[in-house]
């Protein structure tokens, strides 16, 4: 089935605006969940996180608060920030292109949910440094399910989906174990509790997840490239501090951020070859 129904360009003009206003709503809907997941752990009426007064409806989404000009908490007056605003507009963005570019209507559904899920991760990871279960489980869940009804990529078969999942969760698990090993060795040698380790286990559980949305091979190479990317970016950022004097061996930094791009390097070379 195609999604283009009818031809014309006036067509695919309104689907493009139609696509970004329900992108940006559900980049709303991440935002909400990006703020209470991690506190709550469930998903609750939103409230503003500094006096704990429930928001108005008008105040849930992040552009129609700054259109209605309620950026600010009405009770307590603590304002929120940029994050709504760029998540929604990413999100829109994104449910325009996966529009434009996908051949099916399989293929937009299954590119704007991991679009969706990655984008969600990124933005708790950032924020808390934490990859929660409660969304790489069900994602993991979804992601199989599509992944082996050929709805992610068609000529992808059944082995390739798992063996992907299982490459990439059990890579990154070794890479865990080793990060414990390191930590426990260096708190020996320092004679201190080192608490930081290079990888959490929600890293574990993400890269299984993107072993899922990629298959194998793809895994390796977005593994690969995700641990190269935050080695680089590692790197120059410890110059940073190295040349302000601020040197710090254990800086943490999100490793979640950096696997989904290479994930997102190898999924969309991959799906979208014109991409
Ligand atoms: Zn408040």
Redesign the pocket.
């Known amino acids: 089935m195609h999604l283009c129904l009818f031809s014309g360009a006036m067509y695919n003009a309104y689907m493009i605006i139609v696509f970004l206003i329900c992108g940006i709503l559900v980049g709303g809907v991440i935002n909400i969940l990006a703020d209470h997941l991690p506190v709550d752990r469930s998903i609750v009426h939103p409230y ?1 996180p ?2 704990t ?1 429930p928001r108005p409806v008008l105040e849930w989404f992040g552009i129609p608060s700054v259109l209605f000009k309620r950026t600010e ?1 009405s ?4 304002g929120r920030g940029l994050r709504p605003i760029i998540v929604e507009l990413v999100s829109g963005a994104a449910a325009a292109a996966a529009f434009l570019f996908s051949p099916d209507v399989f293929t937009f559904l299954s590119a704007y949910l991991i679009f969706s899920i990655f984008l969600l991760i990124t933005v708790i990871d950032l924020e808390h440094r934490l990859i929660l279960h409660m969304v790489t489980g069900p994602s993991a869940i979804l992601m199989a399910v599509m992944g082996l009804l050929g709805w992610i990529d068609p000529d992808r078969g059944v082995l390739s989906t798992l063996l992907g999942g299982m490459a990439g969760f059990g890579s990154v698990y070794l890479l865990y174990l080793l990060g414990i090993v390191f930590s426990r060795a260096m708190a020996k040698k320092q004679g201190a509790e080192v608490e930081e380790v290079a990888f959490g286990f929600g890293d574990v559980t993400l890269s299984g997840v993107i072993g899922l949305i990629v298959g194998f091979p793809g895994v390796v190479v977005a593994i690969f490239f995700g641990i190269m990317a935050a080695g680089i970016f590692s790197l120059g950022y410890l110059v940073l501090m190295m040349l302000r004097r601020r040197y710090n061996a254990f800086m943490p930094i999100p490793y979640g951020p950096f696997l989904i791009l290479g994930a997102l390097f190898v999924y969309l070379r991959w799906i979208f070859p014109g991409f």
């Open positions: 503003c500094a006096c007064a908490c009770y307590c007056g603590a």
